[in-house]
């Protein structure tokens, strides 16, 4: 498997002299196609930060950061706002649809923004709705859309087209426990055709679902879980009680 | 006490022997808790002195068969109805653990808390990855994977509170967060 995101000894610091904050420091990362990596952290643990620069959001204050193949630093601003629409999805916490455009017209928008006509690129977005479960909701607005189906349509809006890699920040966070489940068996299937996946959060729960878990703390990567083994192991032991 | 209750509930279905007794209790919590036919034995002649049970004497072949008496059903609708007892936890191994650590010279209790966040995270992640692969009308592998995803989530949840506890003591009490050396893979599923 080839790697999507690889960052090395990546930096960033807000403010200079004395009140120099340092939100990141030497952090390495690298997410595999097909793979979901979840990084978990409390808050001002660094986390959003290194998905902004996963994400090229933001620019490093040092080290280096390979998107899709291509070193970031390197890039003019133009370049990399491409290589965002092209290959970066984005799914937030409080969903960020734009509320005047159907859930079609919002999975749509991506391709659109890239140059895709828009005959062809409404089609993608129906078909990518239509794997989500959302056939029937094309057409409808944000606003009538529950909160379980308007994060399958954030869903679809960062996975339509040939994109690589999926940013999730608290996808889970605004639902309840049986919509944040099909929320995150969604990011797994798309993280099995080949995305590579990265959600940030504080929940153990959304981490769970993860391949690997890595935890930050004060802006350094301090540690992260093994891959999981298979569910076999757990069936041991007889119960006593 | 909840083998009791439980063998129960399966003889109010109908008569049953020993032996298939623990094959559908094991198929009922998705083959996450097998019980050795040895303790269902044991139980049922505890729920025979006790005239909760009764064998019919009809003989499956060598097996005997039991049947749930009166006093029987009318024991697990009170115990259907009563709370699980949340009022007097043991003591914790884990909090103590902690506890210790904080006593201890020498000794980084935050960065312990850490060691354990990721033993227990790597059982949520089995758990989870058990309940992804799980049909989806297999509700009795479901229930059990939920309840201790949700059991081990609590735990999580504790150490970030005790983390930032710690890490508010004065600065002479702790250090920073560094990195952890990764000990050998601990086997998952042993913090109780």
Known sequence: MTAVLDMVGVSKSYGDGAGTVLALHDADLTVLAGELVAIMGPSGSGKSTLLTIAGTLEQTTSGTVVVDGHDVSSMSPNDRSRLRRRSVGYVFQDFNLLSGLTAAENVAMPLELDGTRAKPARVAALQVLDELGLGDRADRFPDELSGGERQRVAIGRAVVGDRRLLLADEPTGALDSVNGESVMRLVRAACKRGVAGVVVTHDAQLASWADRVVFLRDGRIVDQSLPAAGPESLLTGSIDR | ?192
């Open chain 2, 1 to 192: 006490m909840v083998i009791r209750h439980a063998l129960l509930a399966l003889l109010s279905e109908g008569p049953k022997h020993g032996f298939q007794l623990a094959q559908e209790f094991a198929a009922g919590t998705g083959e996450m808790w097998p019980l050795n036919t040895g303790q269902v034995y044991t139980t049922l002649q505890r729920l025979d002195r006790d005239g909760l049970v009764d064998t019919d004497g009809a003989e499956s072949g060598t097996q005997t068969t039991y049947v749930i008496t009166d006093e029987g059903r009318s024991e697990l609708e009170t115990w259907l109805r009563r709370p699980p007892d949340t009022t007097h936890p043991p003591r914790d191994e884990l909090v103590i653990k902690v506890l210790v650590a904080l006593r201890l010279p020498g000794v980084d209790a935050s960065e312990l808390t850490q060691v354990y966040r990721r033993h227990v995270v790597e059982a949520m992640q089995q758990y989870t990855r058990l309940k992804e692969d799980a049909p989806e009308d297999d509700i009795g592998l479901l229930l059990v994977a939920d309840a201790e995803i949700y059991r081990l989530d609590a735990i999580v949840r504790w150490l970030d509170a005790a983390e930032a506890r710690i890490r508010r003591l004065p600065p002479n009490d702790w250090r920073p967060a560094t990195p952890i050396r990764q000990p050998r893979r601990a086997r998952v599923g042993s913090i109780r």
